[in-house]
């Protein structure tokens, strides 16, 4: 050993490795500040990466139910919308049938029948913005109800004019849940379309029913025409009520997915996430830990012997 070398090469080679791990600890540390995660790979988790794995899977699964369960909100908003319209154009035809026996007149009445005739068709072939019948029952590209004009409804018995399917549209709001949506043509326009055919076949013929009417005309209207027509405002009134339900499910649906997929997320920032506070104390900290090892060890690389020899003067 010589006289200028006072560190041993153990204690060199210690401090060499102390500067290494306060390095690493910094780039650790500085990735951390800079990036917000604990760490770039399942190396830096450790035995949390399976639970990281299952909570980032169930939140996406949340996710995909809460999506799905919100298109679902909006099909049944629309089909709320249109079966209001249906009840309503069936109170409207048991109101004007009730009005004309009731007044022995049945002026306006098949014009009344026919705009009834005409909405109700409409709604019940409407499509959604992928151009399929919405309630085909399966059958997209299928139009469900046939008849052209009110006078068809006189040549046939009502359900051949019926062409949907029987599959009714269902989603999944949750494991292992799912709710059905789907509303059939015939499932709420039967009723309606059989009241609109027995005013058809008492207005035989054609133009009858405008003006006086004589008392077997009347008691047509109420004994055979009305009671249809009052059961159609009854069954849509039900089908209207039932999909409202429908859509306050699925509304609380949609918030409890997305409550469940906060909750997972919180779950998955739990574990990977770093805690900003606490990270940047780590980076001040293994900042000052490098800067003392470096200058411990530059200080002992410039320590001798000579420094610890008693002065002499010649003399």
Known sequence: ??????????????????????????????????????????????????????????????????????????????????????????????????????????????????????????????????????????????KPFTATSLSDLTSDTVSNFFQNGSQKKSVLVGDGQSVQIGVLASDVGTELMTALQNLANADSPSGSLDGSLTSTQTDNLTNNVLPSATQAYTDLNDATATNGETYSRLKDDVTNQQSLSTLYKGFVSDIEDVDMTKAATNLNQAQTALQAALEVTAKLGQLSLLNYLPTTTSG
């Open 1 to 142: 050993m010589t006289v200028d070398r006072v560190a041993s090469n153990a204690q060199s080679q210690y401090l060499l490795s102390q500067i290494m791990k306060a390095n690493t600890a910094l780039d650790t540390v500085t990735a951390q500040v800079a990036s917000g995660k604990v760490s770039s790979d399942y190396t830096g988790i450790g035995d949390k990466t399976a639970s990281l794995e299952a909570a980032r899977a169930a939140a996406a699964r949340a996710d995909a139910y809460a999506t799905n369960t919100q298109l679902a909100v909006t099909q049944t908003d629309l089909q709320d919308a249109q079966l209001t319209t249906l009840s309503s154009l069936a109170e409207q035809l048991k109101e004007a049938i009730t009005t004309a026996a009731g007044n022995g007149d049945g002026t306006g009445l098949m014009t009344t029948a026919q705009d009834v005739f005409e909405q109700a068709s409409s709604i019940l072939n409407a499509t959604d913005s992928n151009g399929n019948y919405i309630y085909g029952g399966g059958q997209g590209n299928t």
